[in-house]
């Protein structure tokens, strides 16, 4: 398939992710991976290439150098899944959406025992309206300008009994 692929939007670089692709760049160079992600700035592509023992070769395809992508193969869950693994550091934990939304609501039921003020904002907890706190809602998912506040509330974080802490790696 032949396309002038910078001048594509984000949704169609996005159907190529996850299939295994040959890419001709400039001066005729091929390269041939799994489409991971597509750059939408600079219309980068991101190869991955599978090895043993759950290793794998990341390339980056520069956006201003590719003059074709060919598909050679649609991905399934497995691909993806390990493409994934690839950029998940060792040992991290992979939540469910359940544990996930399990671990949201124990925190803001224990913020607001504590009368902290606690807004929902999607996946995300806005607590008044200073600090936040992204899945999966550990210490280190808090964010604020303000250390103060940020020190206080990642010490209630710690302290919650429902929100079980991920082991340190």
């Not at 609501?105 to 996946?123: F, T």
């Amino acid at each position: 398939m032949s396309t002038k692929w910078r001048q594509l939007k984000p949704l169609e670089w996005g159907a190529y992710v996850n299939k295994e692709v040959k890419v001709t760049a400039h001066e005729k160079q091929q390269h041939q991976g799994w489409v991971f992600t597509v750059d939408p700035v600079s219309a980068s592509i991101v190869l991955v290439n599978m090895l043993e023992k759950g290793t794998a070769v990341v390339k980056v395809v520069m956006g201003h150098a590719v003059e074709e992508v060919e598909v050679l193969q649609e991905g399934n869950e497995a691909i993806s899944e390990r493409m994934r693994a690839v950029f998940t550091p060792h040992g991290a934990q992979t939540l469910c959406v359940d544990e996930l939304k399990r671990r949201k609501d124990s925190l803001r039921v224990w913020l607001e025992k504590n009368r902290i003020p606690v807004e929902e904002e999607g996946e995300t907890l806005k607590v008044a309206n200073v600090l936040t706190v992204s899945p999966p809602y550990g210490v280190e998912n808090c964010s604020s300008p303000n250390e103060i506040i940020l020190a206080r509330v990642q010490s209630l974080v710690e302290s919650n009994p429902g929100g079980e802490q991920p082991a340190n790696v």
